[in-house]
């Protein structure tokens, strides 16, 4: 069974940076085609952040360019969001996804990040 655990949202102050951590429990990395994080912000749909595939393509949201960074560590199996100069758009519950080759997608339970103006 596949398990995806978010962690390291909060409350940051706007220009503030944190980084999510995304970890899978069970199972093993390399059999996902690609991960990303998407975000859900209170009464919007959810919406994909940064995306990065088993070679490497990374794709990133326009609102997000420059000021997030993902990353993948196979090793560790895990995914990361780097986010910085964070602002009150970027409020939103941040899960974590990761898709198999079969196109099958699986979701933690998500981190809420709060970022205070």
Same mark, same amino acid.
């Given at each position: ?17 944190? #980084? ?10 390399? #059999?996902?085609?690609?991960? +990303?994080?998407? #975000?859900?912000?209170? +009464? ?6 940064a ?43 941040y ?11 699986y ?11």
């Amino acid at each position: 069974q596949v398990q995806l655990v978010e962690s390291g949202g909060g409350l940051v102050q706007a220009g503030g940076s944190l #980084r999510l951590s995304c970890v899978l429990v069970s199972g093993n990395i390399f #059999r996902f085609n690609a991960m +990303g994080w998407y #975000r859900q912000a209170p +009464g919007k749909q959810r919406e994909l952040v940064a995306s990065i595939s088993s070679g490497g393509r990374i794709n990133y949201a326009d609102s997000v360019k420059g000021r997030f960074a993902i990353s993948r560590d196979n090793s560790k199996n895990a995914l990361y969001l780097q986010m910085n100069s964070l602002n009150a758009e970027d409020t939103a519950v941040y899960y974590c996804s990761a898709a198999d080759f079969s196109s099958y997608t699986y979701w933690g339970k998500g981190t809420l990040v709060t970022v205070s103006s």
